[in-house]
């Protein structure tokens, strides 16, 4: 296929986890992993004053690129990576919501045709926030069973930051990731 | 740019309990933390966490990152919005309640009034010992166990293995994407690329990102195709995996797990077949502010 189309057979195989999706969710865990550990620890003033963990969008495009098994795996796995560089420790309801940032973008990538349509590039970004909003959703409720916050606590101490700054991580860097990847597409005949 | 992992051996006792006895165990804390409000039996949660703790040896240096993290979040939940604005309390703690200050007090001559409850502030404390307990025996983690140890440790608790091949994969990469990271950094330096800068809006800063994020992503990519016919042609997944780094258990191990499963079950009894589960406060409280 030497196209930007992804093929009908691809589309097929949403919950397919063979040798490639083994290898491109490991690499992608380890990606989201580097990246937040060298925005974390290196102190990169790359972003300025923004909130400084662009490595949100890898899981969202590798879900995007690659089905919803890989997209979890890259942020459920990536951030327990991340934080075992860290030194962050071990949170297993956040892990889970990265996880869940990376499979429902991955639920849509039946949905992308060509990496750099608009109308594909449209249904990542909805994605995006869908992503983030249960994905964070999830792992900002759970603080209110494993540290008896209130809802308010919730929403506006741990939900709307983190929903805030990912979801404009994502929506801004997803699509520049979607028409390079379309590079590499076009050019390998994936 | 050196990836350090966090973990060496301390020669600890947390060291000699296999790493799927320490999973078990602290999955067993969390459960039982969050199963209840008594401050009893956090209390007993909370010291049985110190212990563990303790047996692994770790410094403050070692682990000062990870405390300054949840220090923030302690602050946040518990001054913030438990003791200041009485937030945090809410559907635990029931309304109203005895005054710590019922007359309000003078500061800087000025009289304030502050609706800081006793059951409020003894709540703080039911929330510390449970952050707490969570906290320590999940902080260690990254600290006491060998990175090789984690696809097996999964493996043997029951995921599928592909799944624990992908995490051992991600370990193997790590070092690799780092490099390939910090090169597309100083390339992109050199090529006068402002990484750094701060300047323009918000949307600016974040697509400044892009050169950096991009090549490293794409270059991930298509080497990963190598690897995964390399894998293939290997035979990769068709049968059961075997595993260079073998766990063992021993009697402590199932010590550590037997321990870990009668306090669940016996947190979990008292919580929900005795009536502990609910936040109380005890009368000895009320005693110190009257």
Known sequence: ?190 | MLVAWNYRYRNSLIDRIDPRARLIFSFAVLIAATSTWNSLLLAIIFMISILWYAAAKLSWKDTKRGWMMISILLFTMIVVNTIITGGGAGGVVPEGGQLVWPDGFNLFGRHLTFGLTVERLWFAVAQLMRILSISLVFIMIPYTMDSRAYGVTFRKLGLPDRLAYTMELSFRFIPTLARNFQVTLDAQRARGFELDSVKGGIFNKIKRIAPLIIPVTMNAIVSSEDIANAMDLRGFGQQKRTWLYELKYHWWDYAVIAFAVIMLGGVLFLAFGRGMRLFHVPQWWYGLFN
């Open chain 1, 1 to 190: 296929m030497y196209s930007n189309e992804v093929s009908k057979q691809e589309k097929k195989s949403l919950w397919r986890f063979g040798t490639k999706e083994v290898v491109y969710a490991a690499i992608g865990a380890a990606l989201y992993a580097v990246v937040t550990w060298a925005f974390n620890v290196w102190q990169i003033p790359g972003a300025g004053n923004v909130g400084v963990r662009p490595a949100v969008v890898l899981p969202m495009f590798f879900g995007i690129a690659f089905g919803p098994i890989v997209g979890f795996i890259t942020g459920f796995v990536g951030n327990i990576l991340a934080d075992l560089l860290s030194g962050y420790g071990f949170w297993v309801w956040w892990d889970l919501g990265n996880g869940i940032m990376g499979l429902i973008p991955g639920l849509f990538s039946v949905l992308i045709t060509n990496y750099k349509s608009g109308g594909s590039i449209l249904r990542a970004e909805i994605s995006v926030v869908l992503g983030v909003l249960f994905g964070m959703g999830l792992a900002a409720v759970s603080e209110m069973w494993v540290s008896g916050a209130d809802m308010n606590t919730v929403i506006f101490g741990n939900f709307l930051p983190a929903f805030l700054t990912n979801v404009l991580w994502g929506l801004v860097l997803l699509p520049l990731l979607m028409v390079a990847y379309s590079a590499i597409v076009s050019q390998s005949g994936r």
